[in-house]
């Protein structure tokens, strides 16, 4: 039996007192009731503060979530309270299994039931704190706190309750609590039954696309002997896992669109693959998803390419991974890609994978650049067209406005070659500040003349001459 606030026939609130209860069961006070519900180890699900009690000064957060979760085999209260920009969390030690129900003051009689008077004497229950009741009588039940010493997680629960918040929405494992107070602060509380499982879980198992025990990561020593990345490898880690995180969605609308085939095997290039991270991340992640893949890496460097070919061997995957010892620019493969990749390919290298790729008319390319000197040297030579000079006085601005600009050029330059484009950023700026992706399809899509108006406009306001355009446009202008 219960009892609380309900809502009437008339759509208002009012207090509820359920059969068989007396009426002085129903004036114990919600806010009572939505305490009991907080301190209950085993029943609470999740509760919920927000709003401001009208009257009263704004909370310092905008609201708090409160739950149960386990951590190193004891029960804590989380709380995590939000503010405009981020999420606080601090956990309470519960108390112990044992505490979680009062035992009866003596001799083992049972605990007063549906608000029945105490065993003895017409001696009334503890509450709030007052001293025990003695010869015989039974304890309070309902909310009703042991006439002992506030614990830890009893005071935080009361402070919780303190603040002006205007409404708690409070999830049980048999019912729904929603607690609000009126323009006069009076508490109104609603009851609803539910069925709903406790989930006290904390130390979730986070959903990655490359998993940290793989042992190319452990051969590339990005992971340790248990299959842990490394502190010092994190951020190479997380570099190539986003893309990867981009390449397998990517992939898979190009041959859903028809534009790569499925009845043979999957030809991935990495241009200027250097120590061979995204080329094995790449070649692991397509394969493990069920491609026949045949990966290539292409790199002007002996000694890397001996290492990776040492890597690939311990792996077992010779026979459908190779390395090549080139130039982007020389590379010559037997059979046209259908996916190019390039991972901070310095300055024009990059422009350099981009040109490959269009000339095998790759239906597939993902190119993270890294560093753009070559527009960003010929913007120190050039006057910039008003009102945009102050973009290129400060040597940082300029730099960044480069960057921009570079980029956004070899974007438009690719779809005037039938490429759909999108600019993304695939990592976070804490792992690489160079964290922009080019992702393009290639759709066969005829340039516009609107197009090509446009990225003249650019250039020519501008006075540069982007390496892209210098490989690919003469070659071009003829189709145009």
């Not at 306001?461 to 390496?467: A, D, K, T």
């Amino acid at each position: 039996m219960r009892s609380g606030v309900g809502v009437g026939d008339n759509g208002a609130m009012q207090p509820v007192v359920r059969s068989g209860e007396p009426a002085r069961a129903a004036e114990a006070g919600a806010l009572g009731v939505v305490r009991a519900a907080l301190l209950d180890q085993s029943g609470l699900v999740r509760a919920v503060a927000s709003g401001r009690r009208r009257g009263g000064e704004a909370p310092a957060y905008q609201r708090v979530e409160v739950r149960y979760v386990d951590l190193k085999g004891q029960r804590h209260l989380q709380i995590t309270e939000f503010d405009e920009r981020q999420a606080h969390t601090r956990n309470i030690a519960g108390a112990e299994p044992d505490v979680a129900g009062a035992e009866p003051a003596v001799g083992g009689a049972e605990p007063a039931v549906g608000g029945a008077e105490p065993a003895v004497g017409g001696a009334e229950p503890a509450v709030g704190g007052a001293e025990p009741a003695v010869g015989g009588a039974e304890p309070a039940v309902g909310g009703a706190e042991p006439a002992v010493a506030a614990t830890e997680l009893e005071k935080v629960v009361d402070g919780l309750l303190e603040l002006p918040y205007g409404s708690w929405h409070v999830e049980t494992t048999s019912e729904t609590l929603r607690l609000r107070y009126t323009k006069k602060g009076k508490e109104l509380l609603h009851r609803q039954d539910d069925s709903r499982e406790q989930e006290t879980g904390h130390d979730r198992v986070k959903q990655r696309m490359l998993d940290p025990a793989a042992p190319f990561l452990i051969e590339l020593g990005i992971s340790d002997h248990l299959g842990r990345v490394k502190p010092s490898r994190q951020a190479k880690y997380k570099q190539i896992e986003e893309f990867c995180k981009l390449l397998a969605p990517a992939l898979d609308e190009a041959i859903s669109a028809g534009r790569i085939a499925k009845d043979r095997p999957l030809q991935v290039v990495d241009l200027g693959c250097g120590n061979a991270y995204l080329t094995l991340a790449a070649y692991h992640l397509l394969s493990a998803a069920g491609h026949d893949v045949r990966m290539t890496g292409i790199d002007h460097n002996p000694a890397a390419r001996k290492r990776n070919a040492r890597v690939v061997e311990a792996l077992g995957w010779q026979d459908h991974l190779r390395f090549v010892d080139a130039t982007i620019q020389a590379a010559e493969l037997d059979v046209r890609p259908d996916v190019v990749l390039a991972l901070h390919a310095c300055d024009t290298a990059t422009d350099d994978a981009l040109a490959r790729a269009v000339g095998w008319e790759a239906p597939l390319v993902l190119a993270a650049p890294c560093c753009h000197h070559d527009i960003q040297k010929q913007l120190k030579s050039v006057t910039p067209p008003a009102p945009y000079a102050l973009m290129t006085r400060y040597g940082i601005v300029r730099e960044r406005f480069a960057d921009v600009l570079t980029d956004s050029l070899r974007a438009a330059v690719l779809r005037q070659f039938g490429y759909r484009v999108e600019v993304v950023q695939f990592v976070d700026s804490q792992h690489t500040p160079r964290n922009l992706l080019l992702r393009a399809a290639r759709t066969g899509a005829k340039p516009t003349a609107e197009l090509q108006a446009e990225y003249d406009a650019l250039v020519a306001e501008w006075q540069v001459n982007p390496r892209l355009a210098q490989l690919l446009l003469p070659a071009a202008e003829v189709g145009l």
